[in-house]
């Protein structure tokens, strides 16, 4: 059984840097390709970075324009672990940070529904 289990949220202030930590188990974690998605209230889920695994353990990152240059996603494959470091961080970032994992890789990088498994989700605020 896959389990993904968040952590690292909390309330910062602008400007703040924050980290997130995914730890999974009950997959191949080093050949997924992972993610992290983030939904804000009212908001559908929108993507936010990913590691697409290329193969051996090659892997290239994917940014949403609006994170691009203040996230950076990495994994921790011997401990089964993707994060987040969130530097500069805006009111606008604040929401429900998730992250994912998908078996395939595709143009759809960015759509939620590629992904297969899901964490719960850790909650980012960020105060003005």
């Known amino acids: 059984q896959v389990q993904m289990v968040e952590s690292g949220g909390g309330l910062v202030r602008a400007g703040d840097s924050l980290t997130l930590t995914c730890t999974s188990s009950?997959?191949?974690?080093?050949?997924?390709?992972m993610a992290w998605f983030r939904q804000a209230p009212g908001q559908e889920r929108e993507f936010a970075a990913a590691s697409k695994w290329i193969g051996s353990n090659i892997y290239s990152t994917y940014y949403a324009d609006s994170v691009k240059g203040r996230f950076t996603i990495s994994r921790h494959n011997a401990n089964n672990m993707v994060r987040l470091e969130m530097n500069s961080l805006k009111p606008e970032d604040t929401a429900i940070y998730y992250c994912?994992?998908?078996?395939?890789?595709?143009?759809?990088?960015?759509?939620?529904?590629?992904?297969?498994?899901w964490g719960q989700g850790t909650q980012v605020t960020v105060s003005s």
């Open positions: 994912a994992a998908a078996e395939r890789w595709g143009s759809d990088y960015q759509d939620a529904e590629m992904y297969n498994y």
């Open positions: 009950g997959l191949t974690f080093s050949k997924k390709n």
